[in-house]
């Protein structure tokens, strides 16, 4: 009876599994065309509507032509000989809502590397998004993001 | 014929792909909690008799008590000022055994970050877990960790 | 009707769940087996024909023996007092292809810790693979790494 009561707990779910794969997937996609300055792909892996609250910025970024001109802004900085940064998430923690959207929380690193010199840990983020699939593909609806150094 | 004398390598197991998954939420989820100091519910992701081995530990800790009030240490010295630590874990081999018991393998990485300061790769280190399934729900039931700076 | 011509973008595909864990897991074992110089098991995760190319090398490595040699070369280095190095890769974006290869594009970190001193980034890569399946097994048939440092 015990195994009733507690149904969701009893078998692993095939779906899950499909799901934790295909959001893997989508961060790593997303964060390689953030890194590439790929303005217009990586806006695209948002809703028109998204809103995206990092403590680097000054306000909130809104909807996918803020979002794309960040992505240049970050360009222009690379070719000014700026470091190459790397945005890389890990310890990924899904939690799928009854309305049929997903909440994450994950860790996020960047490093970042001069030209001819040694790498470091740039920053130690906490990022949790609000995933909504559209026509069968995932995409952020709204992303906060706390960096260590500044909780 | 060769497809029948090696039958387990010949198509993917759906089972892997589940488990692969559930064993990566299942770590998020432990490591998150252990970063967030919420040691009863960090510690009930470990077995009743479950045995912590690491080297920055005089003695190995057992039981979720001393798994408990480990956390409450780390919480009271964050409090004093000590830097935010984050625990990532990457590179994990999962080893199903005949048993049913799982033999995990994977590193991990302990980032730490103080208030307004940079941060750094604090520690290195392999981590090595026997998890076991009760009820739906995996735990670690023995982790040993070992230090790259010790070894 | 929309959902006839997206057929691959309305419902989640099961394959790729099994995939992307088993691509996982094949990293992290092949990575494992790298960093405990395991030279003949780390060259079997290689095809036979395998090309290796890093810019860490004078010229890619071809084959099998070449790749395990170059594993006794980082043994003889750690054993004579170097730093133990740690491969991990991240962000982990996959790509089908049509002959049934896989490409696979990654980030993938070096971290270095010497005995009794503190770890650090050693290297920063991104590491592109194609992936050949055989008798149910994937394996590495071309690598292609670029660092941060030099780009």
């Not at 997937?25 to 695209?44: C, E, I, N, P, T």
Request: hydrophobic share 35%; glycine share 6%.
């Amino acid at each position: 009876m015990s195994t009733l009561t507690e149904p969701q707990r009893t078998e692993p779910a095939p779906e899950f599994g499909i799901l934790y794969a295909e959001i893997q997937q989508f961060y790593s996609h997303q964060m390689q065309l953030f890194d590439a300055f790929d303005g217009a792909r990586w806006a695209a892996t948002f809703t028109p509507d998204a809103v995206f609250d990092v403590p680097t910025l000054e306000r909130p970024l809104r909807g996918r032509a803020e979002l794309a001109a960040s992505v240049e802004h970050n360009r222009s900085q690379r070719e000014r000989g700026g470091e190459q940064l790397r945005h890389w998430i890990g310890m990924l923690d899904l939690s799928p809502q009854p309305d049929g959207t997903l909440h994450t929380r994950c860790y996020a690193l960047v490093h970042a590397t001069p030209r001819g010199g040694p790498s470091r840990v740039l920053r130690v983020c906490v990022m949790r998004d609000v995933l909504v699939r559209s026509r069968g593909k995932w995409r952020t609806h709204h992303r906060v993001v706390t960096r260590d150094d500044l909780d």
